[in-house]
């Protein structure tokens, strides 16, 4: 559920962006503020957060102030290429983005062992990859027919749905064999 919540502002943008990219792009904006201002409220911000709040914020600002703007083909790319730089960047100062999510179901006493952090790291590389591949599929079928809408929706689907799938599995094996190791 709180992947559900950190992502809110993208499902917001896949969902409303076919029907015009204005209003995909203002609704990831407001979602992403609204997610901002309750993470400054709670002192909790985070790398995704942020990012997620600057990319749409700029975009919003571009798809209002100038709606033919051939950044309405390109969005697609970027925001994945945007996801998949700031899951890096918190994998390269060792603060995978998914340990927001993961200390929201895993008991305290446990956030600062190493193996809490290494199981973070593993599924932050899996969403970077899923990520990056994401970015490149929606650029390479943009470049090709930037009207290929079917190509585009079933890549920037797969980027999010093949790492939530394989990081499941790979969380769960986790805690089995945290589980088991603690047993």
């Given amino acids: ?9 993208w499902l917001c943008y896949a969902a409303l962006s076919p029907v015009d990219w204005r209003l995909g792009t203002s609704a990831a904006a407001l979602a992403a503020l609204i997610l901002l201002a309750g993470q400054l409220r709670t002192r909790t911000v985070d790398l995704l957060t942020t990012a997620t709040c600057g ?8 798809a209002l102030a100038d709606p033919g703007s051939g950044l309405q083909h ?7 290429a945007t ?8 994998l390269a100062v060792r603060r995978p983005f998914t340990l927001t999510f993961a200390r929201a179901e895993v008991p305290r006493e446990f ?5 809490f952090l290494g ?16 970015a490149l599929a929606c650029a390479a ?26 990081g499941g599995r790979y969380a769960a094996r986790a805690r089995a064999r945290a589980a088991q190791a603690l047993a």
């Fill in 119 to 134: 199981v973070n790291m593993v599924l932050t590389a899996i969403w970077a990859a899923g990520f990056t591949l994401g």
């Fill in 141 to 166: 079928v943009v470049d090709y027919d930037h009207s290929a809408t079917v190509p585009l929706v079933t890549a920037q689907v797969l980027a999010f749905v093949l790492p939530f799938a394989v």
């Fill in 74 to 80: 390109w969005i697609c790319a970027l925001a994945n």
């Fill in 55 to 62: 990319f749409f914020v700029v975009t919003a600002g571009v």
């Fill in 1 to 9: 559920m709180n992947y559900v919540r950190g992502f809110a502002p």
């Fill in 111 to 115: 956030w600062d062992s190493p193996r």
């Fill in 83 to 90: 996801l998949a730089a700031t899951a890096l960047a918190s």
